[in-house]
């Protein structure tokens, strides 16, 4: 936080989880809501917000990220919605934003397809979600953050995240010419 602070940074991402649908214990959330609220007040005095990204563990689906969240009273902690990451553990990424919606402050796009039976991220656009429903919502709700495109194969890492940023901006633009 003080070095987002000292380079002007809008945001810290944090992760409380790795890539894995465990299951979770129950005195997991309120030690999360200590710490996050905790985090909270020493980034907000600092005039940055925190974006906790669903990443596994107690953020694996929306009904965990929903539960953690309900206990952070900090208003500048949000959500880094990855639909691509909710796909990964299993979860659909439509309905976990609908559980996570009110927190959501910051946005992460990919995509997933499945080589050999596992999920793999790919370009935005290029895997296997239905983007319209999702970014429908978000437009619906108002949202006002970030588009960030993370894109995760180093090997064409250029190509790849202009590939996956020209496909967001294209369905960007054919939604608001509708609006």
């Known amino acids: 936080i003080d070095i ?20 979770i214990l129950p005195d997991v959330y309120p030690r999360l809501h200590y710490a996050f609220n905790k985090v909270g007040d ?20 929306g009904q965990r990220v929903a539960k953690m969240m309900e206990g952070i009273n900090s208003p500048v902690v949000g959500v880094n919605y990855d639909p691509a990451n909710f796909l990964n553990q299993g979860t659909d990424p439509l309905m976990a934003l609908r559980y ?54 180093p090997s064409d890492v250029e190509k790849g995240t202009k590939e996956s940023f020209n496909n967001l901006w294209e369905l960007l633009q054919k939604f608001s010419s509708l609006g």
């Open 42 to 61: 020493y980034a907000e005095d600092r005039g940055i917000k925190i974006a906790i990204e669903n990443h596994g563990g107690p953020t694996a689906t």
């Open 100 to 153: 996570i919606l009110p927190w959501v402050n910051y946005t992460h796009w990919k995509d997933v397809r499945w080589v050999n039976g596992n999920p793999q991220f790919c370009a935005f656009g290029k895997g296997e979600i239905v983007w319209q429903p999702i970014i429908q919502e978000l437009l619906n709700a108002n949202y006002q953050g970030y588009w960030v495109v993370e894109y995760e194969e």
């Open 4 to 23: 987002a602070q000292q380079l002007k940074a809008k945001f810290v991402r944090l992760l409380s989880g790795d890539h894995r649908n465990d299951f």
